[in-house]
């Protein structure tokens, strides 16, 4: 997503020393904003120096051990990934597949609770390859009935749509810093609850990547009330962005943030199908606000449409991710992005670009 100008000029701050007095204090103002995003009090709230996809290895390399049985939602991309990464480090890797556009009930989850006695569980809040929304309303409470952690994946999610880390009994959360955040990509916020930690502390094995050793990261940034040792370089100059985001949604509030993403999407879908175009989620219920997702239109090659769109409005959509590819088109309103005057202006690029591919079919 675009970046505000109190971003824009954060990243353009004098570099610091990344172990100095002021740069620990920055973490820890970070920490804080993570803590309200997040909703949650939880003391082991950190940033990883990568983009989801290295918070997502971050949590399945430590809680997961060699053996151990792993219980995955994949109905997109971001599942897929974490099976691939669960089966790399020797999990006993259960997915629960569903087509684009499914997603999870709790009748469903019990039984692969049931049947498989999974470590942990991985849902995908929201699935941006899709536009699915999940539900996570009592999923924390029936995983800790079975013994279960729950992981969640809120990278396309945090910020645009309701999410309590500790109402709703998420064990680990993460999320990425260039979504609703507005921040550049290139840092994660993770959480382990006390759970999650338990788990972590007490496995056989050290995890298989000292880079996302959780152990060392929260000593360095400050959980484990312990003098802070050197881990690695951290990125400061994209620490002082992702602080200052922080500091804008908290100025602005989550619920009003909240609110300007659903009534954005809500103004986005009518204008799509005023076009003619079909949602790729029927049930308004389960549609993602950030990321909406269109069924490509009979005839038409999705690659066109984003050419022209790109090439004469300088608007970018995308295709589908992963198994959604070929599928839909994907429209993001993201933070800043999510405005009706941003929806006007891609939904009028929209008209422009099928009304060309159609002239060329």
């Given at each position: ?44 709230t950190l940033v990883i120096s990568g983009s989801g996809h ?98 969640v994946d809120s990278v396309a999610s945090l910020g645009g ?70 881990h690695h370089t951290i990125p400061v100059i994209s620490l ?122």
């Open positions: 997503s675009n970046l505000p100008p109190r971003i824009m000029a954060a990243g353009g701050l004098q570099m610091i020393g990344s172990m100095s007095k002021d740069m620990y204090q920055i973490m820890d103002e970070i920490k804080e904003g993570i803590q309200y995003v997040f909703q949650t009090r939880n003391p082991l290295c918070a997502l290895e971050a949590a399945l390399v430590n809680v997961l051990e060699p053996g151990d049985s792993f219980l995955v939602g994949a109905n997109g991309i971001w599942g897929q990934r974490a099976v691939d990464i669960g089966e790399r480090i020797g999990a006993r890797v259960h997915p629960m597949t569903k087509d684009p556009g499914g997603h999870y009930t709790l009748q469903e989850v019990e039984e692969g609770l049931a049947q498989h006695k999974p470590v942990l569980l991985f849902l995908t809040h929201g699935e941006s390859s899709t536009g699915v929304l999940q539900p996570l309303d009592g999923f924390g409470e029936l995983c800790h009935r079975y013994k279960c952690l729950l992981l749509t309701p999410l309590y880390m500790d109402r709703q009994g998420i064990d680990i959360l993460y999320s990425g810093s260039q979504k609703a955040l507005n921040a550049p990509p290139g840092t994660s916020l993770i959480f382990f609850s006390d759970k999650a930690k338990k788990k972590m502390y007490s496995r056989k094995t050290k995890p298989f990547s000292f880079y996302l050793d959780i152990k060392w990261l929260a000593n360095f940034w400050g959980c484990d009330d312990q003098p802070r040792m050197y002082y962005s992702l602080r200052e985001s922080l500091a804008l949604i908290a100025e602005q509030g989550l619920e009003n943030s909240w609110r300007q993403h659903r009534e954005a999407a809500a103004y986005l879908h009518g204008r799509l199908q005023a076009l003619g175009l079909q949602l790729f989620v029927k049930d308004p219920a389960l549609r993602l606000p950030t990321v909406t997702t269109v069924a490509v239109p009979a005839g038409y090659d999705w690659r066109d449409i984003v050419s022209y769109v790109i090439d004469h409005f300088d608007i970018e959509i995308m295709g589908g991710l992963g198994p959604s590819t070929g599928k839909v088109l994907r429209i993001g309103l993201l933070g800043c992005n999510a405005t009706r005057e941003n929806v006007d202006r891609v939904t009028e690029a929209l008209r422009a670009a099928l009304q060309h591919c159609k002239a060329n079919l």
